[in-house]
């Protein structure tokens, strides 16, 4: 009888799965936002909580306001998107951080003719703060090409994102154009994640030489080729989606296997240091060498090199029916504040997709990388967190606190792709007492300042801004040391390409969980 039962459970949860259905633990809710779209693949928030998202094969950006349905008019129309095969078209979107300020939307395509990659920007006009009936349009005749020479001689492995991290460098991921060994050769873009400088770019339109977007402090620098010294990270196989840790200062990385292994990787965002305990700037993830844990095909790409980085989480894509693609959908944080926050006991796990079998991982610190966290109430299969997450190729975390997806189709239908979210539906946080507070040490600061937080506040981003408003230096959240008296953090008088800034009035403005806190700073030396 118990079996005839676990039989029959099962049957419903394969029918709920196929028929679209999205099963979360108890104290949560799969919300559908809007549906009936064409195949929506990557999206980003804007300021005023409108969200952007991609189609895959007609080549738009649009946007969706919560109460307001999709705008009818496109943001964006692309009219040179090449898309044969599976995986090529528009890939992925990002909008400037210093948006409106700097008006820009950024895009990942497959351009033709001939196909190649294109990484792109557009200068965004009308409805830019969300308060009018104008609609929001990017100027077509903007564009300003960022890199648009990476070949894509394969419709498959074609990477996807843009993605913008609390450094203020804007990530490009890119596959390995069903060419495993270019992974590894830097003068080559495929299998590659990307660090561009853009905030120094001219307005559009126009095209950048590799100089211009090369960050002085990239792991590859000093290499002679120009392509070596836009190279994050390397040894990639299809970094689908890439997802800022926006508190820890990561990018967690999705890459799909070929045979044995999918894996998520974690890379983080500063130079190696002598004992990282995770992969930093520069790293190597190993294929076509290693698949995950495991060694990879017999591909003649000539002896492994030394030190590979290996991933925080794999698992066996064997036993799966009908394919297998691990999406990443990043970090989950509460804000403190947001209506729809999670329990404290999930925060900085790690969330990722599969694409085919449906199945939403989420995934705890484990010795020195991440499995499965423990079974919770009502969770619908051991180890898997949420099941029926389908064909979703893209996450975004807001400051409600809720998880937001965009779902391509539901069984691959046309015209069936929707955007959701999943929220608690438990009682809110107690709110945080103290106040949040930013308190700055003896002023005027001569030669270095030293900011304090409150211990109660464990998850912070501090940003400094002249009087211009030009963004100086980003500390991000483990830069800051807790003490006694409180989170604190030393500025040198040096600005984030490390030049000695000039004697002023400066603006500290510190953001956490929801709050933000502002303190001005004259400088003296």
Known sequence: MKRALACLAL????????????LVPDGFAVETLTQNLAQPIALQFMPDGRLLFAEQLTGRVRVFREGGGVQVNPVLQLS????????????????????????????????????????????????????????????????????????????????????????????????????????????????????????????????????????????????????????????????????????????????????????????????????????????????????????????????A?????????DYDRTQQLGGAALIAAGAYWATGTG?????????????????????????????????????????????????????ISDWALWRDGAFYFCRQSINFAANSGVIGRIVSTGPPPPPLNPPLELRVGSLPAIGRAVFIVPNEYRFVLLKLYDTTGRLVRTFPNNEFVALPSGLQVFWDGRDADGRAVRPGMYLAKLESMGRSAMARVPFLR
């Not at 991440?370 to 619908?380: H, I, L, N, R």
């Open 80 to 303: 040179d998107v090449g898309i044969a095969g599976g995986e090529r078209g528009l890939l992925g979107i990002a909008l400037d951080p210093a948006f409106p300020a700097r008006p820009y939307l950024y895009v990942h395509y497959t351009a033709t003719p001939p196909n190649h990659i294109r990484i792109a920007r557009y200068t965004l006009q009308g409805d830019l703060a969300g308060d009018t009936d104008r609609d929001l349009q990017a100027d077509p005749l903007s564009r300003y090409l960022l890199i648009d020479d990476i070949p894509d001689s394969l419709p498959n492995h074609n990477g996807g994102t843009v993605r913008f991290a609390v450094d203020g460098y804007l990530y490009v991921s890119l596959g390995e154009d069903g060419m495993p060994c270019t992974s590894q050769d830097t003068t080559q873009l495929r299998g590659k994640i990307l660090r561009l400088q853009v905030n120094t770019l001219p307005d559009g339109p126009g095209s950048a030489f590799r100089a211009q977007i090369t960050p002085f402090d990239n792991p590859f620098v000093s290499r002679p080729d120009s392509n070596a010294r836009l190279v994050a990270a390397l040894g990639l196989r299809n970094p689908f989606r890439v997802q800022p840790d926006r508190v820890r200062n990561w990018l967690v990385i999705g890459d799909p296997g070929e045979n044995t292994r999918e894996e998520l990787d974690v890379l983080v965002l500063h130079l190696p240091t002598a004992r990282p305990p995770q992969p930093e700037l520069g790293a190597d993830f190993g294929w076509p060498f290693f698949e995950g844990n495991a060694p990879g095909p017999p591909y003649a790409c000539g002896p």
């Open 11 to 22: 049957a419903w949860l394969l029918a709920a799965t196929r028929a679209g259905a999205q």
């Open 305 to 313: 090199p030394p030190n590979l980085a290996g991933p925080v989480f």
């Open 339 to 391: 209506s729809y926050d999670w329990p404290d006991d999930y925060a900085g796990d790690l969330f990722a997709n599969d694409y085919y079998s449906g199945t939403l991982y989420r995934l705890s610190p484990l010795g020195n990388g991440y499995a499965p966290a423990p079974d919770v109430p009502g969770q619908p299969a051991p180890g898997q967190w949420g099941i029926g997450f389908n064909e």
